[in-house]
């Protein structure tokens, strides 16, 4: 739905230019939930930006859609931008008008006549929870309707993508988990792809499919959050898990960091480590995550006595589990 080619972007000229975007390539797939993950000037608003041409790249093609954006006419964009909406961290709406008049505003622009567009913006009330809100100004909204007056502004041209700039940063975790919630029930219901930048990991720990981890401009790794949760070295499991760093003392026992996910988190590993084998087993650290529906976890242990490697190589070699020395 969404392709980086080879973006780069570039500010400034001569001596003082910064590389906001250094070569960045990547594919958001129709109907998934994509996370840019990064730091504080790690150049996600730039990249964002450059999926609607907000911001154009120094080079480097922009496909949305099947359709190259970098080429198009200003008229062509207009009509492109229709099929991408946007929702942003302090919200942006008009403070003077009412929140069925702020849905409606994307509505006007492009002429709907006014029935179409009152029909459109009840159905836009009720998709994101505020219908008893209609009148309402701004001004009267908690944070959490604010964003879903942003939101339901964003879909109202009936978008293929939702873009969304940091869209929960502004609020408090149970607010975020509800906004989040929303997204990932949006995404589900209408199949709109979302792409979120963010720098902070819950967002992407509870909705999205895909990440790209964006580092001074370059992506430093992406997949699926699946994936690269179990991954060894993976930026995104350490993020997840704290590293764990064996002691230097290794009491004649072997290290193994195991990392588990899904169902085989609900199985009695240990236990039926030590029912096979003659093996002692030292827990030295872990944690468990709740990652979207699924329960990920991951134990540093020492395992020790005759049976120490064959019992590494049993965990090995079980279904969910990831092993690493
Ligand atoms: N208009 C601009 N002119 C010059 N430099 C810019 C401009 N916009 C961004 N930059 C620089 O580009 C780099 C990436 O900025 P960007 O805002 O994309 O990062 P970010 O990850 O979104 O950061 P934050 O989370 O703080 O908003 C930074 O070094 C920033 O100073």
Do not use: W
């Not at 006007?108 to 009840?122: A, F």
């Not at 996910?261 to 003659?278: C, H, M």
């Not at 991951?298 to 990831?322: C, H, K, M, V």
């Amino acid at each position: 739905m969404i392709r980086f080619q080879n973006i780069r972007k570039v500010y400034g000229t001569g001596d003082h230019i910064v590389k906001a975007l250094d070569d960045v390539s990547l594919h958001v797939p129709v109907g998934e939930i994509f996370g840019v993950l990064g730091q504080s000037g790690a150049g996600k608003s730039t990249l964002i930006r450059c999926v609607n041409l907000l911001e154009r790249p120094t080079s480097g093609s922009v496909i949305v859609n099947g359709q190259e954006l970098t080429t198009l006419d200003a008229a062509g964009l207009r009509k492109a931008r229709q099929q991408i909406g946007i929702i942003f961290q302090h919200f942006n709406l008009l403070r003077s008008r009412t929140v069925a008049d702020n849905i409606a505003f994307p509505l006007e622009v492009i002429g709907q006549p006014k029935p179409q567009r009152d029909k459109r913006v009840k159905e836009l009330l009720s998709l994101v929870g505020l219908s008893d809100k209609a009148s309402a100004y701004p001004a009267q909204l908690s944070g959490g309707q604010k964003q879903r007056v942003g939101i339901a502004r964003a879909l109202a041209c009936e978008p293929k993508v939702l873009l969304s700039d940091e869209a929960t940063s502004a609020l408090d975790p149970q607010t975020t988990r509800s906004i989040l919630d929303l997204l990932r029930d949006l995404n589900r219901r209408l199949g709109l792809t979302v792409m979120l930048i963010t720098h902070e990991m819950t967002v992407v720990k509870h909705i999205c499919d895909r990440v790209a981890v964006l580092r001074d401009g370059r992506v430093i790794e992406q997949g699926l959050v699946d994936d690269l949760v179990v991954q060894p070295g993976s930026e995104i499991a350490h993020e997840f898990f704290p590293r764990i760093v064996p002691p230097q003392q290794k009491n004649g026992g072997i290290f193994a960091t195991i990392t588990f996910v899904g169902t085989a988190a609900e199985e009695p590993i240990l236990s039926s480590l030590l029912r096979k084998f003659d093996v002692g087993v030292n827990i030295l650290g872990g944690g468990i995550e709740t990652v979207r529906d699924k329960r990920v976890g991951r134990l540093l242990l020492e395992l020790s006595g005759p049976d120490a490697a064959a019992a590494r190589s049993f965990l090995q070699e079980r279904t969910g589990f990831t092993v690493e020395s």
